[in-house]
């Protein structure tokens, strides 16, 4: 299975901040996604995270608010802008090492705007 | 797009009784239907999967049941015990052989919350 390192674990930030989370794998991998979780709440899919292009967004999600880099098949970025209190939440890299094969999950960032 | 409800949303059991946790989905081109158990503060993991080519699996004390025709799939705990307490999640997607432009990605259930008495 895929190690996924996912940072910063949590943190408290001021709104109308950015935030950039990073999702490390330690191999190669076909698919990497980020979510959201909010508190109490089920996983929903902000997008796909394409390397070398952009990002596919998910219907309520665009690319001003969530940028997302991939620049090689181990390594992605999430970046939350201008936040709001509404954007506290856990933020969670999912990857898929081939395209038949299970989604792991990072043990994701929780992050509060105040 | 796809829709998973699931049902129900908290269950308490007795430990050593059976739980089951019931999915429904909308898109039937949907092939493939993880479960996950998120202990608290802890990362969703997979627990078990089935594909669509596939009516049951089984592993140990956890089964899962897919009725392709009726678009709903339920997990079974039998013999439950408290570190079964958590929350699981069940999700469908897109799979090989049928993979579009974004395969792979997870349409989760709202989840239920499982609490194993002692």
């Known amino acids: 299975s895929a190690v996924i390192s996912q940072k910063p674990s949590r943190d408290i930030c001021q709104r109308g901040t950015s935030l950039t989370i990073q999702c490390q794998v330690d191999s190669q991998v076909t698919m990497m996604f980020w979510y959201r979780q909010q508190p109490g709440q089920s996983l929903t899919l902000i997008a796909t995270?394409?390397?070398?292009?952009?990002?596919?967004?998910e219907s309520g999600f665009v690319i001003d608010k969530f940028p997302i880099s991939r620049p090689n098949l181990t390594f992605s970025t999430l970046t939350v802008s201008n936040m709001s209190p509404e954007d506290s939440s856990i933020y969670l890299c999912s990857v898929v090492a081939r395209l038949d094969t299970e989604a792991f999950f990072g043990q994701g960032t929780r992050l509060t705007v105040v | 797009g796809e829709n998973v409800e699931q049902h129900p949303s908290t269950l308490s059991v007795q430990e050593g009784d059976s739980a089951v946790i019931k999915c429904t989905y909308s898109?039937?081109?949907?092939?493939?239907f993880p479960w996950y158990k998120q202990e608290l503060g802890k990362r969703p993991q997979l627990i078990i999967d089935i594909r669509s080519n596939v009516g049951e699996k089984k592993d140990q004390r956890i089964a899962v049941t897919l009725n392709k025709t009726a678009k709903h799939f339920s997990l079974h705990i039998t013999e439950t015990q408290p570190e079964d307490s958590a929350v699981y999640f069940c999700?469908?997607?897109?799979?090989?052989?049928?993979?579009?432009?974004?395969?792979?990605?997870?349409?989760f259930g709202g989840g239920t919350r499982v609490l194993v008495k002692p």
């Open positions: 995270a394409n390397q070398g292009s952009e990002a596919t967004y």
């Open positions: 898109d039937s081109a949907s092939n493939y």
């Open positions: 999700a469908a997607s897109l799979a090989p052989p049928l993979l579009k432009a974004a395969g792979n990605k997870l349409t």
